[in-house]
């Protein structure tokens, strides 16, 4: 468009913002919550294991203390979901990011089986490679303590190895990675064999380096079956570094969000490790609650079964958000997004300079988006592009409503930025 032809589009897009913000709208697309009917789905749970089932199959009375590794029973169905096999997880509490977060400070504190000595007895500043745009979360554990992130280019095929592998070759102190394995928070990338494989493989400057393998969505899948997981600790056994992979996931998005099971997947020696340290903080997890878990899922083929009624709940959500995205966004050519096949997020990136500005609109009227920067490492998007839509959580009309103020707000937005480049 000319300038002039811009100006009159955003006096048109000005005008229907500010019918948007006239409507009083309080909505919310911030963060990746099951909404409440996803959360009824299990509410049988609520009644079990029920008076007199409190003993596991293979023997434990789930009200007594102990049993530090969790129950059999659970680890059994998830060893087979994230491909480790039930002799290398663990199965703990409701939240896989508080062992991501103990992992980190155990290894300051004391240093891995690895580690020469204490990460926080290093010379210098730690650091951890950061596939960018990435899970704020994970950023927030280790930005709390000092280790210095790097970003590395996510490609459709899982992290760009030929610069992970040129990073961590030289330099011991980068001491580990985030990766989300499958459909990754928030574009929906899954990693390919070939690049595990090579992150598994890659020589590294520091002999404890670990990589903190998210598989938060193994099961999350949005078409009729997910793929299977990488079998990325037999992979590290056959790259000769069997200690370099934590495997994460829990039952949040699956059963109850705050109330679910967690589980650690590793090596015995790093399963070891952790238990030690574990055994210091408690005398066990809430059995009881895994105890539900296991009579409520059955088995693997029971999960899969229970996330096929998550997605027929919530796919219709992100074919909603796509439609509305082609539907305002395409003809103008100021945005692209992903199409993701499975996890909680929809990754929209509007023109360079226009993201905290889209969101800033968007806040404006009522419509509360996660903070521009958020999918990157100290919140700093170099690019000021990306925007994690996560459409799971409203009811299907507020989404409809939502999303078309979105695309109203990334539009408005757009021709700010154009007419100031003019």
């Not at 199959?57 to 998830?78: K, P, Q």
């Not at 509490?93 to 089986?113: E, W």
């Not at 958000?321 to 929209?348: H, M, N, Q």
Request: charged share 20%; hydrophobic share 40%.
């Amino acid at each position: 468009m000319s300038a002039d032809q811009l100006r009159e589009t955003q006096a048109i897009l000005r005008a229907k913002y500010d019918n948007l913000c006239a409507a009083g709208l309080k909505l919310d697309l911030t963060r990746g919550k099951p909404a409440a009917d996803q959360l009824d789905l299990s509410e049988p749970m609520l009644s079990m294991p029920g008076e007199g089932h409190h003993v596991s199959a293979d023997g434990v009375d789930c009200r007594n203390y102990g049993g530090i590794n969790g129950l059999r029973g659970i680890r059994e169905i998830f060893g087979e979901l994230l491909g480790t096999g039930t002799d290398r997880i663990l199965a703990e509490n409701n939240a896989s990011l508080q062992i991501m977060h103990d992992l980190t400070v155990f290894a300051l504190l004391t240093g891995t089986p690895d580690s020469e000595r204490p990460w926080s007895k290093e010379t210098g500043p730690l650091k951890f490679l950061c596939p960018v745009p990435g899970y704020d979360r994970h950023f927030s554990i280790t930005e709390q303590y000092g280790i210095e992130m790097i970003n590395v280019p996510l490609n459709p095929d899982g992290p760009d190895v030929d610069a992970c592998a040129a990073l961590v070759a030289s330099d011991p102190a980068i001491k580990g990675m985030w990766v989300v394995p499958t459909y990754s928070n928030p574009t929906g990338t899954t990693v390919s064999e070939d690049v595990a494989r090579a992150l598994v493989a890659m020589p590294t400057a520091a002999p404890d380096f670990r990589i903190y393998w998210d598989n938060a969505y193994a099961v999350h899948t949005l078409i009729d079956e997910a793929p299977a997981p990488l079998p990325i600790l037999d992979l590290a056994d056959e790259a000769g570094n069997p200690n370099r992979v934590y495997v994460f996931g829990s039952t949040s998005k699956i059963t109850f969000a705050g109330a679910g099971v967690s589980f650690l997947g590793s090596s015995k020696a790093n399963l070891d490790w952790y238990s030690q340290h574990l055994s210091i903080a408690k005398i066990g997890p809430d059995k009881l609650n895994q105890l539900r878990h296991e009579m409520f899922l059955v088995d693997a083929d029971g999960v899969r079964a229970h996330m096929a009624r998550h997605r027929a709940l919530i796919a219709p959500k992100f074919a909603l958000v796509l439609d509305i995205l082609e539907e305002r966004l395409s003809e103008a050519k100021i945005a692209s997004w992903t199409a993701p096949e499975g996890g909680y997020f929809i990754s929209l990136d509007v023109i360079d300079g226009a993201a905290a500005r889209t969101v800033q609109l968007a806040k404006d009227a009522g419509i509360a988006l996660t903070a521009a920067g958020s999918t990157f490492p100290y919140k700093n998007d170099p690019d000021d592009r990306n925007i994690r839509l996560a459409p799971t959580f409203p009811p299907i009309d507020e989404l409809a409503t939502a999303m078309d103020g979105v695309a109203t707000c990334a539009l408005l937005a757009a021709t700010e930025k154009l007419l100031e480049r003019d």
